[in-house]
């Protein structure tokens, strides 16, 4: 066919390659994970003081609903007794009226002084219910009808307003080192890496080793980091503001 002027084509069947690479990167001057570190660290630290305020909490919720019983459970024996006065009274100033010693209006004051006794008896023992009912239903224990007699209630070993003040410091910590994570951001960091590479075909080279240093420094984020760091800025604000 070439003395016919026809062209020569040459084919070239591909060789099968096997290649593995294997590289690692380990940082050597990184403030970004330094820092993220220590926020770790400041997180773990505030877990268990968060937990401890919301137990304590809880604990001088029940113990505020208990102490408003103590005193609720008191009024309707008050009101029955001021109850059994005006009733007391009315008598006597029906008496006093019969006998034409009294107006007609201290009768009327003494029927007022009785419906507002009954009022008020009603009232106290609605709200005995009341609380006798919702503290039921919130811890799940029935509450005496004549009270417990105004206990003393070892709620914790410090005031509250102390530990609420430890979780604020805690979470004023973590954004802390929230914001030096992300200032380390616009630093440069240095990296080892060590590369292993192997080919596995005919007449295949032997396995190359690498290492080196690396360093990497990231100028163009649209701007991302530095509304990051300024949310967080805020947000330490907004903590010291509310410790205060």
Partial sequence: PAALG???STTVLP??????TVGWQVPIYNLQVLHGLDQAEALRAQVPLVARAKREQTTLGYGQMLFDYELAVQSPAVNTEYLRNAE???KAVRVERQAGVVPKVNELVAIADVQQATFQLEESRTKVASLRRT???IVGLDVPEEGFGLPDFPFV??????IALDV???????????IQTQEAAFYPSLLAEVGWQGKYYADAPDPQFSAGLKVEWN????????????E????ELELLAARR
Avoid at 157 to 162: L, N, S, V
Avoid at 168 to 178: G, I
Avoid at 220 to 230: E, K, N, Y
Avoid at 232 to 235: F, G, I, L, P
């Fill in 6 to 8: 026809g062209p020569i």
């Fill in 15 to 20: 060789v099968e390659q096997n290649v593995a």
């Fill in 88 to 90: 007391q009274r009315l």
């Fill in 135 to 137: 503290f039921k239903e």
């Fill in 157 to 162: 070993d410090r005031p509250f307003h102390a």
């Fill in 168 to 178: 604020f410091d805690a979470a004023l910590r973590v954004q802390r080192e929230t």
């Fill in 219 to 230: 100028f163009l984020d649209g701007g991302s980091r530095a509304r990051a760091l300024a």
């Fill in 232 to 235: 967080s800025r805020k947000a």
